[in-house]
């Protein structure tokens, strides 16, 4: 089992928003973690420090050596396929060959006011900018109109250090998107906020044999699931810790989601919900119920005992890495502890895996 870390701040109006970001980076390069994952979120608290993954990885480049660098994900269809691969190319290069793109197709009805006219058919335009992005990537070079209306063939700069780059498919649990990802080739980054480990293995079958029958080796992807993280010495201390900081982060997810309704939009996941209001009272009710089921469930939270029990069901089910959501609210101080206490997880499974 591989453990990678991920981000996904509510806290945007905090000072030195990028600290936590850039320890827990070095941290993690330090300790063989094998990669770290920043979002793209646009116009709103609840991730909005992480506008764009290409500049975030950049700065990690700078500060790391051996961590994979990837976008957690990269919502394709807010950008032209041709700045994406010259921004990657860069974070390529400066990292020596360690970029990675999970892509998103998005759902937020107000990030795409950057190309409005993409939001109905945007998982169509995001799969067809993988596709473009590969060739680009390999051949350097694009063919587009020119200002005078001309067929202009256009160099791509700078060129990449890997001869291809690692791509996973974002999916928040639709069946299609597991065996969208298997026909690409691609790996698969995922969570258990709208399923549950049951279901979480049912799609990892559809996926290997999705692999199986376009042709890719359906033991060679990787289902990476992200689970909120933090490890200390009593699980109860832990969740006295953690239940007011996730609350809060919960409430922002909550918030925003009622926000992309009230426009009109789909929320996470392409779903639609209803747009009422919710009360103070039926917001409390919901928050502590799904802290409950995240915490005892859902997460890698608690001690690196019972951790590890939670770990190695999700290793039974299909589940190659743990990416690590670390940042809900937690001081650095506490996180950096936690961290500890996450790789004395990690260096177990290891050892039960034949990894050390």
């Not at 806290?11 to 990669?35: H, Q, V, W």
């Not at 699980?235 to 992309?260: F, I």
């Not at 009360?279 to 890698?300: G, K, N």
Request: proline share 3%; net charge negative.
């Amino acid at each position: 089992m591989k453990f990678s870390i991920l981000f996904f701040s509510s806290a945007a109006d905090e000072g030195d928003p990028y600290r936590l970001m850039i320890e827990t980076a070095k941290f993690a390069d330090r300790n063989g973690f094998s990669g770290v994952w920043t979002p793209e979120r646009h116009f709103g608290k609840f991730g909005g420090i992480f506008a764009n993954p290409a500049i975030t990885s950049a700065a990690l480049a700078t500060v790391t050596e051996k961590i994979q660098l990837r976008a957690g994900s990269l919502i394709s269809p807010l950008h032209d396929v041709i700045r994406i691969a010259e921004e990657w190319a860069m974070v390529d290069q400066l990292s020596g060959g360690r970029a990675g793109i999970s892509f998103g197709s998005g759902w937020n009805i107000n990030d795409f006011a950057f190309f409005p006219d993409r939001y109905a058919k945007r998982n169509e335009i995001m799969l067809e900018q993988i596709e473009a992005l590969k060739e680009i990537w390999r051949a350097g070079k694009v063919v587009r109109k020119d200002a005078g209306g001309s067929d202009a063939e256009l160099q791509v700069f700078p060129r990449p250090h890997q001869i291809e780059i690692p791509i996973w498919l974002t999916s928040s649990g639709s069946e299609s998107t597991f065996a969208s990802a298997g026909r690409l080739g691609a790996n698969i980054l995922t969570h258990l906020i709208f399923q549950d480990i049951d279901a979480l293995q049912r799609k990892i079958r559809i996926y290997r044999k999705a692999r199986s029958e376009s042709g890719h080796s359906p033991a060679d992807g990787v289902v990476s699931l992200m689970l909120h993280t933090f490890l200390g010495k009593n699980r109860d201390e832990v969740k006295a810790t953690v239940r007011p900081k996730l609350k809060e982060y919960l409430r922002s997810g909550v918030e925003l989601e009622l926000s992309a309704s009230r426009g009109g939009g789909a929320v996470s996941g392409n779903r639609t919900m209803a747009a009422e209001d919710i009360s103070p009272e039926a917001m409390e009710e919901l928050l502590d119920l799904t802290f409950e089921r995240y915490f005892s469930h859902s997460s890698c939270m608690g001690t690196v005992e019972n951790c590890y029990r939670i770990i190695r069901g999700f290793a039974e089910a299909g589940v190659d890495e743990i990416a690590c959501l670390i940042d809900f609210g937690i001081p650095l101080e506490k996180t950096m502890e936690s961290l500890a206490e996450l790789l004395a997880l990690k260096r177990k499974l290891g050892e039960d895996y034949g990894e050390y």
